[in-house]
Each structure stands twice: as structure tokens, then as C-alpha cells.
């Protein structure tokens, strides 16, 4: 499953309901979450679904075939907004049990049936006759709304990981619970039904159209799939003949091209990288109007948000285009990781989502070059991992579950960025070769099974000869990651002795009370060696020396490649010799990034002063690389959004943004406003990031031609390039004009220009009234609005306001607290402010006005937030005076 952006986010509760934070003790009662028993497991389902459009319910019978596994009086299925209207056993012998009776629990979503025998064990088969809800919480078996030709029309999709299957039929909806799957729907005439497998059977009966699907593959509840209405598709046949599809609502099949390529491409290249063919003859991708998350791996039935899946070649950004690519290969990468192996519980949902988030960038760095993937992994990547995992409140790779009830909480930068990142470092020590085997054990060995980290270990350690599980432990059970500081102890002609020490890096500089230890595998380049590491070591212990073969005068850069998920921190004289090869650029751009990287957030920890990083901004004016710049302009926000804190008429924010647009007023001369034919997509997006950012620091000229575009488009329709839409469309509402700018097509980038609005203005409450109070916007797009406000400070004021006066309806909108969509809201609402007053808000507010089991779902969320905000007053107080000092010798 992707994410439902291209950067990882939430957080997790773990599951015996964690002591809030944020009420007093002993409000919240620890309860322990019930599991499955163990007497019976299922072989194969036989689900019968019959929805209703204009009720928007369904009939459903389901026939479970079981293994009584130890003699029981007493079954147990998950089952959630479900009338139960009739129970069946049926006993090896034939004979039947009926009208069996059943209680139900709301806390475990679990039915239990009462048996008027003790059956013992033996192969059984369950009747279950039910009925259900489509609802609109993009969960379950959920109704999706869409407009063609002026017509509202709805289609029913699913969306089951992780524990939502049991909204659509009873099942022991735990991943450990394999099974075989025989599905039939009843839709009504003329509509398509689509499942995980092929068509086997289509009849009518009045005006219903049956159609039966094929036997699945042995698989986890969480990976069925269904989905109705009127489609329109595309389809092509792999080179090794599996036929790929990727449906549409009407009127949209033409933007399905470039997915139905990415997808063709992917399903042979994975079969040959893992060396096991895809296990279904098809493979349907289809775009959901309203769609939770990114996308969903079903197995054969792969679902998408529209944004993830279709390309327009004149309305899709370089940076969107390379998403699309990368959510499909994710997806499609799942088949094996994750759908053909499974992990035995969600404490190892790492295991497909961290090596799913990492194919998904092999697959497109070897097939889309042009794509120079591994530059945005950088950013979307291993920064995001490193963003969360600085926190004090942070979680491990393998974090314990106890309720998958809250699992939404876990799907963030530590499960799919920071996972991302670890797997990256593990190939690059291994080699690319010995990685590739141990998959492919590991595949072999567990397919249509179960697995845990330590069985991939273990097949890792027997194709690489290195022990992995002793190498990698520390980085998948520990929180955080560590700052590596190096420091030179004496040099000769040809040698450099190196000091190297280890701690956890903690954002607000603070020291780890854990005292973890990392097997850190250090690389190294040199100016001899810039591109290859000339020498590798694994640091172990907490300090050590080394002797390296350099000369002197030669720059060293540890980490070659940014390639380890650590940060280094260099000594005066090393960081100095860097600096140079990042103004001459003999420095490689992925070193140049991480460089820069690292110096920020040990500025923004306090461990180096705010001059070290504005003179780096000053050494990379030469700097061409999107990707550094990126990681640059997020320092620059950093210390220009706490600034505005400062004081109450900003005046010091206002001298550092005329420092900012000083400096990059040049940088876009250099690089211009209009698009080269054929030019390369990273200098589109280097542009659009500029213009940006020279707007928001308030660059007049920039503005005026932004507002120049904007008018044009708006007045004659003059394209605007999709790299720059943002930031033109940004300029134009912050200019206070009252200009019309409506939702088209619910662009993101709209979305977040118009959050960016004044304020004071009244445009924010007529915005948010909108789109949320009047529905006017989707769900799954709600969080968009509330990313512009927090860019200024009071726009964060409003969005907190309005989050504490609509919490009702925003969970409401999201289908609860365990919601990623709500709690992320919750995050932008908050964490951006930079006051003691506003993290004791947070702290407090919701105390009271959820119950004990949503208060607990969100007491981690929280405590990010509450951590983040004080890290803000941190940072003001040690940033604020030296950028005064600062700015005060550079003449403003």
C-alpha cells in the first residue's frame, strides 16, 4: 500500500492502550486487545455479494471452509457492520448445525458462535448470511462519487488493509489466516464487476448480471478486492503474457497510457528480478475517485487514488509524473513482497512496505532514467525518514502491535521512508548481487506463505556470507539513528588518522537516555575517489579510530553517496575542504545533498552555528541539482517560518527574506523563466522551486510575473507549465486580488494555493467553509487545505481553531481518530507554531472530547506534534539572534 503522498507520514499507539500523555492518570483504562484462538483456521471463502445502488447496501453470504485445529464448542470470525441474519455449520460427516446462535463484540470486531456440540477437529465448513453498508469512509466495501457529463455516478470499491475486510464479509481477518477465494457478484445489468481473478463464469437472472471469478491464489483477507460500476479501460499483454488493464469512470481511459506502460513494463521486470513468475494471468489497475490512501496491492485487483495512477502529458508535473511511476512499481512490486510473501503479523509490516517503497525506485531508476530517481529519493526519502525518526517520540522499524484496530498510525516515514532508506544502505553493503539472491530465497523459501524479519535475515545471511541479523537489528528494532562525528587526530603526506564517535541524534540536540549503539557501515570518497568508496568499515563501538590513505590536501566525504542512514558531523578543517568541493562542485550532487542536509539539522538542533549553513547557501550558488536545492530551500523555510515568531511586526523575518531573494534572484536569471524545448524535467523543477520561493520571500519582480501568468491564464487561457502552477498559482492568492479560482478537477496545487490566502482577509473561512463544511471537497483531498495555511503564522492560528471547533466533523469525514487522513490534519493544524502556550493546547484539548480508545490511538500523534512545537521554541531562541548578527555584518 503507498501512502497517500509521495512523503511518508502519521505515527503510532501501541496497542495495550498507551497512557496518554495528555490526561490525567488513570483516565485511560489499559485494556488488551483480543486475537483470533488458535482451534480453527480457514482454507477457502466463497463469497457471494449482492449490492444495491440506490440503498447503498448489500446481501452477502459467505462460505468459509475451516480446519478445526483443536476440539472447540465455540468459533470465532471477525465481522464489523454486519447484520448476521444466518449461521450454518456443517460438520465432515454432513451434518449440518443450523440457526446458529452468535455474540458480538464492538471492542474486538469479533463474532462469536456458540456450538450445540463440542466439534473436534476436523475439516468444517461456516455459512454465514448477512448484510452490509457502502459506506463513504473509503473503507470496507465503500460507495465513491463522480461526476460524468454533468451526472453525479457512483461506483463501490474496496479498501481492506488492514483491517477492514471484515466490513464486507466475515473472515478471520488476520494476515496470518491464508486462504483460497471464490467470489461471485450480482450487479446490476450493464454494470462491470471486477475481483482479484479472472472471469470464469457471467449469467443473468431478470435484470441482474451474475459473474463468478476464478479460484484465487492462497492469500490474506486483507488483499481481496471488488469493485462495480460503469468502467471504461485499457489493456495490453506483457511480454511474458500476463494481461494488464487499468480502468477509468467514463471519459478518463485516454490519461491511463502512461500507467498501462509503467505496469506492462513492471510485472516482466519483476518476475525476472525475483526470478518467480507473477502468480495471475491479469493484473487490473483502476483509479477510485476517493481513495484513502495512494493505492492498494490487491492481488490481481490493484486500486489507486485517480492522482496516483492517471498522466496527462499538458496538466502532470515532472515531480507527479515520476510519482505515478513510482506508486504503480510499489504496488506492482507488492505481488511478491507482500501478496505472494506475507508477514505473520503487523509488527513486520515493514517487511512489505519498506522493500516494496524500495523496488519501486529500482525498478523505475533502471526503466526511466531520464527520471534521475535517485535524486528524489534524497528528498522524499531518506529526509523524511530522518525528519520523524529525529524525535524523541519516534518508533522503531519493528514496532510492537498489539490492536491492528489503530494500525493506520504506523503507515509513515519510519515504515516506508525510513525502511526505504535501511534497505538502500543493506544493498549498497551487500552489493546489489548478493541482495538479489537473498530475495530470492526468501520469496522461494516463504511463497504463499508467512514471514518474519528474522527468516529474511536469514536468507540474506546465506546468500552474502555477512551475518545481517547481527548488522541490521540495531537499525529495525531501536528508534532513531545516529550522528557520526569525525574529527581529524593527525595527518601526513599520503595519511589521514580519523576520530570517529556515534550518538543518536535527537532534533532538539538533546542527549539519547537510551544510550544506543548502531552497526554503522561507514564508506568513504575522497577527491581521488569521488564517485566509488575507496575504503568501507563498520563502526561498532562508540568511538574508534581509523587511518585512511589520503593526501593531504584532499577533501574526504564519509557516507559516500549519502548511501548510509546516518548523519555526519565533520571538524572544522574536514567541513572546511568540503565547503570548497561544494563551491567548485568536484563534490558529487548525492554528497552535495547529503552535506547539506546534515548541516541543517545539526543547525537546527543547535550542535553548529546558523552562520555555517547560510555561508553554505552562499557557497551553492553555482548549484544546478533540484535536489540540493530542495534540501536547501527547507532550511531556508525553516529558519524564515520560526522567524516570523520572533517578533510581532516580523522585521526580522522580513531582512532574511531580502537576504533570500537576493541571493536567488541570480540563481533564476541563470536558469530563466521559460521552458527549453527538451529540457531536462530536474531544471523545470529547480525553476519552479525558485519562483516559489522568491514569491513567498516577497521578490516584487517575481511576483509581477507570476501575477502576469496567472492573469493570462485566467483571462485567455494561457498555459501555465505544470512545474510551475504552484508557485504562479501561490503568488497570484497571496496578492489579495479577488480572482475566481475555483476546483476544476480538485488539483492539489490550487488546493494549497488557496490555503495560502491572507488570513485576515476572510477568503481562509470561506475556503474551509467550502470544502469542508459544505462537503465541497473529497475527503481524501481535505488535507491539502490545510497545508498552506501552516506556512505562516496566522494561518496556523486559523487551522488550529477551525480543527478544535470542527472535530466532530472532521472525524466525522475521516471515519474516526485512527484515521492517517484526520491525524495528519491534526499534525499541520498544530505543529508548525512555535509557542509553549500552543503545545500545552495541544496537550490538553483532546481530554474530554474523544473516548478513552481514540485518546490512546492518538496520544503518539500527539506527543510528535507537542515535540515538533517546542522544538520550534527552541530553535527561535537559538537561531533568531545569531541570523540577527548575521544579517547585520552582510549589510541588512
Known amino acids: 500500500m503507498s501512502p497517500f503522498s509521495s512523503t511518508r507520514f502519521h505515527s503510532i499507539a501501541t496497542g495495550s492502550f498507551a497512557m496518554a500523555s495528555t490526561c490525567p492518570a488513570g483516565s485511560i483504562v489499559k485494556e ?15 463469497i457471494r455479494l449482492e449490492p444495491d445502488f440506490s440503498s447503498f447496501t448489500f446481501k452477502g453470504c459467505v462460505e468459509i471452509d475451516l480446519d478445526v485445529l483443536k476440539a472447540t464448542k465455540v468459533l470465532k470470525a471477525h465481522a464489523k457492520d454486519l447484520s448476521i441474519s444466518g449461521i450454518t455449520l456443517k460438520l465432515a460427516n454432513g451434518q449440518e448445525l443450523p440457526n446458529l446462535q452468535h455474540t458480538y463484540s464492538e471492542k474486538s470486531t469479533m463474532l462469536a458462535i456458540d456450538l450445540p456440540i463440542e466439534v473436534t477437529p476436523q475439516k468444517v465448513q461456516l455459512k454465514i448470511d448477512y448484510m452490509g453498508v457502502h459506506n463513504d469512509k473509503m473503507q470496507g466495501f465503500y460507495r465513491s462519487k463522480y461526476l460524468h457529463e454533468g ?68 492469500m490474506s483477507s486483507y488483499l481481496v478486492a471488488f469493485a462495480v460500476g460503469h468502467f471504461e479501460y485499457l489493456e495490453q499483454k506483457s511480454s511474458k503474457g500476463t494481461l494488464i488493464r487499468v480502468y477509468t469512470v467514463p471519459g478518463k481511459k485516454h490519461l491511463g497510457e502512461f500507467a498501462l506502460e509503467v505496469g506492462t513494463k513492471s510485472i516482466d521486470w519483476y518476475a525476472d528480478w525475483f526470478g518467480i513468475p507473477y502468480s495471475m494471468p491479469k493484473c487490473d489497475l483502476i483509479a477510485i475517485p476517493d481513495f484513502s490512501m495512494g493505492a492498494m496491492e490487491n492481488w490481481g485487483l490493484v486500486t489507486f487514488r485517480e492522482i496516483a495512477l492517471l498522466f496527462d502529458a499538458e496538466k502532470t508535473s515532472t515531480k507527479q509524473k515520476a510519482y505515478v511511476a513510482l506508486v504503480i512499481a510499489h504496488e506492482l512490486a507488492h505481488l511478491w513482497f507482500g501478496d505472494l510473501v506475507t508477514m505473520k503479523w503487523w509488527t513486520d509490516l515493514w517487511l512489505k512496505e519498506g522493500f516494496a517503497s524500495f523496488m519501486e525506485y529500482l525498478f523505475v531508476g533502471y526503466n526511466y532514467p531520464e527520471m534521475k530517481i535517485w535524486l528524489h529519493f534524497l528528498n522524499d526519502e531518506l529526509a523524511s525518514g530522518f525528519e520523524l525518526d529525529a524525535l524523541k517520540n519516534s518508533h522503531p522499524i519493528e514496532v510492537p502491535i498489539d490492536n491492528p484496530n489503530e494500525l493506520d498510525e504506523i503507515y509513515d516515514s519510519i515504515t516506508y521512508a525510513k525502511s526505504n532508506s535501511v534497505n538502500r544502505m543493506l544493498c549498497f553493503y551487500l552489493g546489489e548481487e548478493s541482495f538479489q539472491k537473498g530475495l530470492r530465497i526468501y520469496l522461494q523459501r516463504f511463497q ?4 518474519e524479519t528474522n527468516d529474511l535475515w536469514k536468507c540474506l545471511s546465506e546468500a552474502s556470507g555477512v551475518d545481517v541479523m547481527a548488522l541490521m537489528s540495531g537499525w529495525t528494532k531501536q528508534m532513531g539513528f545516529p550522528v557520526v562525528a569525525v574529527s581529524k587526530v593527525s595527518e601526513d603526506d599520503k595519511n589521514l588518522k580519523l576520530s570517529f564517535t556515534q550518538k543518536r541524534f535527537i532534533a532538539d540536540g538533546s542527549e539519547d537516555s537510551a544510550d544506543s549503539l548502531w552497526k554503522v557501515p561507514l564508506t568513504f570518497s575522497s577527491t581521488s575517489s569521488p564517485d566509488q568508496p575507496f575504503h568501507r568499515t563498520v563502526l561498532s563501538e562508540r568511538s574508534s579510530e581509523q587511518s585512511l590513505a589520503v593526501a593531504k590536501g584532499e577533501w574526504l566525504k564519509v557516507n559516500q553517496g549519502t548511501t548510509g542512514f546516518y548523519r555526519v558531523k565533520y571538524s572544522g578543517e574536514l567541513l572546511e575542504g568540503l565547503l570548497k568541493a561544494v563551491a567548485n562542485q568536484t563534490l558529487p550532487v548525492l554528497d552535495r545533498f547529503g552535506l547539506s542536509n546534515d548541516l541543517f539539522a545539526l543547525a537546527n538542533a543547535g550542535q553548529v552555528p546558523i552562520s555555517q549553513v547560510l555561508s553554505f547557501v552562499e557557497s551553492s550558488l553555482k548549484e544546478n541539482e533540484y535536489s540540493v536545492w530542495r534540501t536547501l530551500d527547507l532550511g531556508i523555510v525553516r529558519i524564515s517560518d520560526t522567524l516570523a515568531y520572533f517578533d510581532s511586526d516580523g522585521a526580522l523575518k522580513k531582512r532574511f527574506d531580502r537576504y533570500v531573494t537576493d541571493l536567488l534572484a541570480g540563481v533564476l536569471d541563470r536558469v530563466g523563466w521559460e521552458v527549453a524545448e527538451k529540457e531536462d524535467g530536474q531544471v523545470s523543477l529547480l525553476r519552479g522551486l525558485l519562483v516559489g520561493r522568491l514569491c513567498k520571500s516577497g521578490h516584487q519582480p517575481s511576483i509581477n510575473k507570476a501575477q502576469a501568468m496567472f492573469n493570462a491564464y485566467i483571462e485567455s487561457n494561457q498555459k501555465i507549465h505544470a512545474d510551475l502552477r504552484l508557485a504562479v498559482f501561490g503568488a497570484a492568492i497571496r496578492s489579495g486580488g479577488d480572482k475566481k479560482c475555483g476546483f476544476p478537477e480538485v488539483e492539489r496545487a490550487a488546493l494549497i494555493a488557496l490555503g495560502l490566502t491572507d488570513p485576515t482577509s476572510g477568503r481562509l473561512e470561506k475556503l474551509f467553509d467550502y470544502a469542508v463544511a459544505q462537503g465541497k471537497v473529497r475527503s481524501q483531498d481535505l488535507m491539502q487545505i490545510f497545508v498552506g495555511p501552516a506556512v505562516s503564522r496566522d494561518g496556523q492560528k486559523f487551522i488550529w481553531n477551525f480543527f478544535k471547533s470542527n472535530l466532530s466533523l472532521l472525524l466525522d469525514k475521516f471515519g474516526g481518530a485512527n484515521s492517517g487522513l484526520f491525524q495528519r490534519c491534526m499534525k499541520l493544524s498544530a505543529q508548525e507554531s512555535c509557542s509553549e502556550e500552543m503545545a500545552k493546547d495541544v496537550e490538553t484539548f483532546f481530554c474530554g472530547k474523544i473516548d478513552a480508545t481514540a485518546l490512546a490511538t492518538l496520544d503518539r500523534p500527539i506527543k510528535q506534534v507537542t515535540e515538533h512545537i517546542r522544538n520550534n521554541v527552541k530553535f527561535l531562541a537559538f537561531a533568531a539572534p545569531q541570523v540577527d548578527e548575521y544579517l547585520k555584518k552582510k549589510g541588512y
Request: charged share 30%.
Open 448 to 451: 504463499f506463505s508467512n514471514a
Open 151 to 218: 451526472q453525479e455516478k457512483w461506483i463501490l470499491a474496496t479498501q481492506f488493509e488492514s483491517t477492514y475486510a471484515r466490513e464486507a464479509f466475515p473472515c478471520f481477518d488476520e494476515p496470518m489466516y491464508k486462504a483460497t477465494y471464490d467470489v461471485t457478484l450480482v450487479v446490476d445489468d450493464g454494470l462491470t464487476a471486477l475481483s482479484n481473478a479472472p472471469v470464469r463464469a457471467e449469467s443473468k437472472e431478470g435484470k441482474k448480471h451474475i459473474v463468478t471469478f476464478d479460484t484465487t491464489p492462497k
Open 32 to 46: 488488551k486487545y483480543e486475537r483470533l484462538p488458535d482451534y480453527a483456521a480457514p482454507t477457502h471463502y466463497k
